[in-house]
T-cell receptor, first 115, second 110 residues
Framework: GAVVSQHPSRVICKSGTSVKIECRSL??????MFWYRQFPKKSLMLMAT?????????EQGVEKDKFLINHASLTLSTLTVTSAHPEDSSFYIC???????????FGPGTRLTVL | QKEVEQNSGPLSVPEGAIASLNCTYS??????FFWYRQYSGKSPELIMS????GDKEDGRFTAQLNKASQYVSLLIRDSQPSDSATYLC??????????FGTGTRLTIIP
């Protein structure tokens, strides 16, 4: 299957700081990438759909000014959590869509802890 | 609203037996169906994709799709302790997004 990487895998930051998470497709070009958030023992929650060269589409209830998404190339999308607060602590996972049947391959995830 | 439903479990299966995981979905327009495995603390891993009615086999895994009944299942033969995980059913309802079920937690008992 297609390989997706994420960096960093774990980050701890102070409240009020901004954190950038990178998502890369390593062996294919991803026109569309997705950002999810998952709280402990809960299901995946789609935050936004990221398309190369255009603005991201955010799901209802997700603040676009707080979660900035940039999809600058066909292999890189970034999520920036701005002015992070403890309630933003979560497991953030990106995925990339491949093929006409919309298979999604996930990155390993980034665990964010805001103190 | 397009929905995907799974039994949350936990489902306990003896080692070596067949584990059967079920998923129903709400919309007949659905095109693509996926099973993901997620170990605790890890991200989901795609293990099966199925697009047409019938069975699809890959090693110990068999996916079954019945579009008339809006039902997709995953069978795991010769279950191993390493199969213990949460299994997520996902459906593409005609666009790029996937709608996930809440997952079924599977435990294989040695």
């Amino acid at each position: 299957g297609a390989v997706v990487s994420q960096h960093p895998s774990r980050v701890i930051c102070k409240s009020g700081t901004s954190v950038k998470i990178e998502c890369r497709s390593l062996d294919f070009q991803a026109t569309t990438m997705f950002w999810y958030r998952q709280f402990p023992k809960k299901s995946l929650m789609l935050m936004a759909t990221s398309n190369e060269g255009s603005k991201a589409t955010y799901e209802q209830g997700v603040e676009k000014d707080k979660f900035l998404i940039n999809h600058a190339s066909l292999t890189l999308s970034t999520l920036t959590v701005t002015s992070a607060h403890p309630e933003d602590s979560s497991f953030y996972i990106c995925s990339a869509s491949v093929g006409s049947y919309n298979e999604q391959f996930f990155g390993p995830g980034t665990r964010l802890t805001v103190l | 609203q397009k929905e995907v439903e799974q039994n949350s479990g936990p489902l306990s299966v003896p080692e070596g037996a067949i584990a059967s995981l079920n998923c129903t979905y709400s919309d007949r327009v659905s095109q693509s169906f996926f099973w993901y495995r997620q170990y605790s603390g890890k991200s989901p891993e795609l293990i099966m994709s199925i697009y047409s009615n019938g069975d699809k086999e890959d090693g110990r895994f068999t996916a079954q799709l019945n579009k008339a009944s809006q039902y997709v299942s995953l069978l795991i033969r010769d279950s191993q302790p390493s199969d213990s995980a949460t299994y997520l059913c996902a459906v593409s309802f005609g666009n790029e997004k996937l709608t996930f079920g809440t997952g079924t937690r599977l435990t294989i008992i040695p």
